[in-house]
């Protein structure tokens, strides 16, 4: 009987035990939520307080999986904010919270700050400032970190600045892009098994903004996988005449040398498209070397694979090698990506059978945008005279169509894939040379140097191609 009743008592404490431990603990616990709350609301109070008493900031609150985040973005003269650093804060902030370890509260404050000025430009960098809350302390634990990303903020246009604002225009661009090109396949070991990465490469756009700028040289990176190089780095001192005054010391700027046309009498280009061929090319070579007359020969990247030989014969003979795409498609009906393919698996071709690296292209159809023209690269030879050989099949009405049209400084085109324009040439030849004209390549009828973006349907007809 006394046994039971201890054993009951013990019960009963125990129970109580259990129910007022359980409280305590509850208790406890509320009491630090309500701890964390408190401090939570005097931190955020703190943030906005010191971020209103900064005056060329706004702040940007952002919250996304309980992580705040908020963001002093500078703010120019009108108090508006600058949109681009804007931007890449919001990125910054993204890319700050998918790190982020979830378990511990925080809040995090990103900054920007001006590193410094350089004529015209503006250099952003960011600092993180994190608080996290530390259960056992019952505080906020302070860190203060600098990021590694900038932003580039053209002055005179409020934005990012981009390779466009340092080198002018795509022209130069395209230009500089081309130059690598021919620096790389310089200095490979084998060019040839090279050229396909090298012509690979990223082309450098004036839209870019992802570049590290320096004030005597760029640094351009190339992400993409198994890249050639991973950066490119230009001296400004090498490329004086594309430079921007508006954005580098004028120690290195060099004015761009005019060049003037020189009106020639009766100086024309024979061109020659589609081909090689090994039925008619041939023929057509042998013709030309009789008569003692270069002409430029507009090749098929894929004709080119089927006869590398003949492509190594017309660059012995002294002709000029051009491009004309790989498959002869429409280039404005590809996508950039596409076009691009078509120009340089051709490059590729035509340099692993000669050695060449063409600088001209012939679109088929003669038809381009602007985007086509700054996939290409290259400066675009259009003709001024059609021989329409392509249509009449005739050899007699080729020589007729080209003896009505010719003018002084023309552009003939002709197909190296026809019969009947071997047929007609040697006798063409020799009459419009009886007549006074005097043939030569493209690159003697242009005498400037030519241009990307630009397209010559003549020696004295060229157009800009605009960006619309
Ligand atoms: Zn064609």
């Given amino acids: 009987m006394k ?5 009951l008592i013990t019960l009963a404490l125990c129970a109580l035990i259990i129910i007022y431990g359980s409280y305590f603990i509850k208790n406890q616990k509320k009491l630090a939520i309500e701890q964390f709350r408190t401090s939570e609301k005097q931190l955020i109070k703190e943030i906005k307080q010191e971020a209103s008493e900064n005056p060329s900031h706004s702040l940007v609150e952002s919250t996304q999986d309980d992580s705040d985040m908020f963001l002093m973005v500078p703010t120019d003269s009108q108090a508006t904010m600058i949109k ?4 890449d804060m919001a990125k910054l902030a993204d890319s700050l919270i998918k790190n982020k370890d979830k378990a511990t509260p925080t809040k995090t404050v990103l900054s920007a700050k001006v590193k410094n000025t350089q004529q015209n430009v503006t250099f952003y960098e960011y600092e993180k400032k994190q608080y996290d809350w530390s259960k056992e302390k019952k505080k906020w634990e302070e860190s203060t970190q600098p990021l590694k990303e900038k932003t580039l903020i053209n002055q005179l246009t409020g934005n990012k600045l981009t390779l466009g604002d340092i080198f002018i225009n795509q022209q130069n661009l395209s230009k500089l892009s081309r130059n690598i090109q021919e620096e790389l396949l310089a200095a490979a070991k084998d060019s040839k098994k090279d050229i396909e990465k090298i012509l690979a490469l990223p082309q450098l756009l004036a839209t870019q903004t992802d570049f590290t700028y320096g004030d005597s040289k760029i640094t351009i990176p190339f992400h993409q996988k198994n890249a050639y190089i991973n950066t490119y780095t230009i001296n400004y001192e090498q490329v004086g005449r594309f430079l921007n005054p508006d954005f580098i010391s004028s120690h290195y700027l060099k004015e761009t040398p005019i060049e003037t046309v020189v009106p020639q009498s009766k100086v024309v280009a024979l061109t020659f498209d589609d081909g090689p061929s090994d039925k008619t090319t041939p023929a057509i070579l042998a013709i030309l070397k009789k008569k003692k007359t270069p002409a430029t020969f507009f090749m098929l990247g894929q004709q080119v694979e089927k006869f590398p030989d003949l492509v190594k014969t017309i660059a012995d003979d002294g002709h000029e090698l051009a491009n004309h795409s790989y498959s002869h498609p429409k280039l404005t009906d590809l996508s950039i990506e596409d076009a691009r393919q078509q120009i340089n698996r051709t490059q590729a071709a035509i340099f692993k059978a000669s050695g060449v690296l063409p600088e001209y292209v012939r679109p088929p159809y003669g038809s381009f945008n602007y985007e086509t023209a700054v996939a290409i690269g290259l400066p675009l030879i259009n003709w001024s005279v059609d021989s329409l050989d392509w249509k009449t099949k005739d050899s007699k ?4 169509e080209i003896k009505t049209t010719i003018g002084a400084d023309s552009i003939i085109l002709m197909h190296d894939i026809h ?13 419009l040379q009886k007549d006074g004209y005097r043939f030569v390549t493209i690159s003697d009828l242009l005498q ?16 800009d191609i605009p960006n619309q």
């Fill in 397 to 400: 009405k080729i020589d007729t």
């Fill in 3 to 7: 046994n039971k009743r201890k054993i």
């Fill in 419 to 431: 019969q009947e324009t071997a047929d007609a040439l040697e006798k063409l030849i020799t009459d």
């Fill in 448 to 463: 400037t140097t030519p241009k990307p973006l630009t397209v010559y349907y003549s020696s004295t007809n060229r157009q």
């Fill in 84 to 87: 681009d650093v804007q931007e």
